[in-house]
């Protein structure tokens, strides 16, 4: 049978224009004032318009074309059985660092596919490469004026790149960051530090290379690569040392000195783990520039600090407030909760803070190593369901055990390796409580504060808000 050129509609949303059109799941947009769609993008500019010609073929088989009046850029109201409207494009390099080869076997088959799609990039924030994008590709995100794009640099030396990604056109690749540039185009760069390969020197060269594209080039974060214990026959990478991560921080370092001082951003930034690394303070929150790169793990320890400081801060002037009736049980609360060797330090640090102005609460903190993937991993986001399982088996858990949200599939109660909530629930015995990742949630969680208590907490800060603040957050 052949396949439909359109793109098939999944739902309709209740009183859309959609739905007056009289579409229904089943049917097909075909064209939009007759341009056939490749992808969700094209159908998101075409329809931003105040008239259109919508074609469409229903599920019957009949062909209709509606004229449809409307405001600008409001949405029709149809839902599409793919988001993006098209075929996810994989990955055609083979990284040195790749993530995805050091997977053990048998995991779920989405945990090993590679995408490098750089439509991803403007709807969820992934890191492409550039290497499958084609002429047309960069000209379309021109003329829609796509941006931010997101992209893994690596190095700006082509024969390295070329090396590093193990493509003969990773090199070249980098042209299009110039065209993006000319073409005023905002981008965030990524480099995947590489011990011995694309650090000194190169590193040097990379971060001076990428700050000429300032400011449409807005960010430049560095991470360690992460090594598991599933590398036979990949390329031979070292983990970073104290000394290596001190050498790396002094090029970055310096680097946002000069740069802060000729453009005022700070540019070029390290991952948390690099100051964990060198056992170095975690830099204040004016050094992040407003935490443009908090996904590559470049400031969240400071956010999380910070806002769980103020939460507490927050309680502390609701308690002694004449205008509300906010305050925290005072029944004694034992609870737990497990994170990753990254993170540990930071939330004793933050727990002990909390105990000390609610003594009645006591949180026993478990580290999780990560056998799973190797001991080198230490993000809470790598954890499985079998190694926590494992480790807290016996434990003292209290009332609950609370969790990150980032051990968890997105929207799903699942760990990595398929196991769920409800599995580890029946196995500890004990309620798990999943926290989101803000500092207020986190103190919330710990202290047990019920859902109408977070609304007193809001109403309480944005009533201690001067005028001018809230201008600057409207």
Not at 163 to 171: C, D, E, K, S
Not at 258 to 264: A, D, M, T
Not at 327 to 333: F, G, I
Request: glycine letters at 6%; aromatic letters at 8%; charged letters at 30%.
């Amino acid at each position: 049978m052949e396949k439909k050129k359109g793109h098939l509609i999944a739902a309709i949303e209740p009183g859309s224009i959609a739905q007056e059109m009289e579409l229904e799941a089943g049917d097909y947009v075909m064209a939009v004032n007759g341009q056939e769609l490749e992808d969700v993008f094209d159908y998101q500019f075409l329809i931003d318009d105040t008239y259109i010609e919508l074609t469409v073929q229903k599920a019957n088989g009949e062909e209709w074309l509606l004229e449809i009046d409307k405001e600008y850029e409001e949405d029709l109201g149809i839902t599409f059985q793919s988001s993006l409207m098209s075929e996810y494009r994989s990955c055609t390099n083979k990284c040195i660092f790749c993530f995805i080869d050091q997977m053990p076997p048998g995991m779920r088959e989405t945990l090993y596919f590679k995408d490098d799609d750089s439509r991803l990039s403007f709807l969820q924030g992934n890191y492409v490469t550039l290497t499958n994008m084609k002429d047309k590709d960069i000209d379309r995100i021109i003329r829609y004026k796509l941006a931010p794009i997101n992209i893994s640099v690596h190095t700006t030396n082509p024969q390295l790149r070329c090396q590093m990604l193990h493509n003969r056109f990773a090199g070249t690749a980098l042209e299009k960051i110039k065209k993006l540039y000319d073409a005023g185009i905002e981008m965030n760069g990524q480099i995947v530090l590489c011990k011995g390969i694309n650090d000194g020197e190169e590193l040097e060269r990379t971060i001076s290379d990428l700050s000429r594209y300032l400011p449409y080039m807005e960010s430049l974060s560095v991470v360690p690569v992460g090594l598991t214990k599933y590398r036979d026959g990949l390329y031979p990478l070292e983990a970073f040392q104290k000394e290596d991560a001190e050498a790396a921080l002094a090029i970055i370092e310096r680097w946002q000195k000069r740069l802060y001082q000729r453009y005022g951003t700070h540019f070029v930034q390290a991952s948390d783990e690099f100051y964990i690394l060198a056992e170095r303070e975690i830099p204040p929150a004016e050094q992040y520039d407003g935490y443009i790169q908090l996904e590559n793990g470049v400031g969240m320890v400071r956010l999380l600090l910070d806002e769980c400081r103020e939460a507490l801060e927050d309680l502390t002037s609701m308690e002694v407030s004449k205008d509300t009736s906010m305050d925290v049980s005072l029944e004694k609360r034992e609870i737990s909760l497990a994170t990753g060797k990254l993170a540990a330090p930071f939330l004793k640090k933050i727990c002990a803070d909390i105990e000390k102005q609610y003594p009645h609460v006591h949180v026993n903190i478990y580290t999780i190593v990560n056998h799973f993937f190797g001991e080198e991993i230490t993000v809470a986001g790598l954890i499985t369901g079998q190694d926590l399982v494992e480790q807290l088996k016996g434990r003292k858990l209290g009332s609950e055990l609370l969790l990150s949200s980032v051990m968890f599939r997105s929207g799903e109660e699942v760990f990595l390796d398929d196991m769920t909530r409800d599995d580890a629930q029946i196995a500890l015995q004990v309620p798990i409580n999943i926290v989101k990742s803000s500092g207020q949630d986190f103190v919330r969680a710990v202290l047990g504060l019920k859902e109408e208590h977070k609304e007193d907490m809001e109403k309480e800060k944005e009533k201690n808000h001067q005028p001018y603040e809230l201008e600057e957050l409207i």
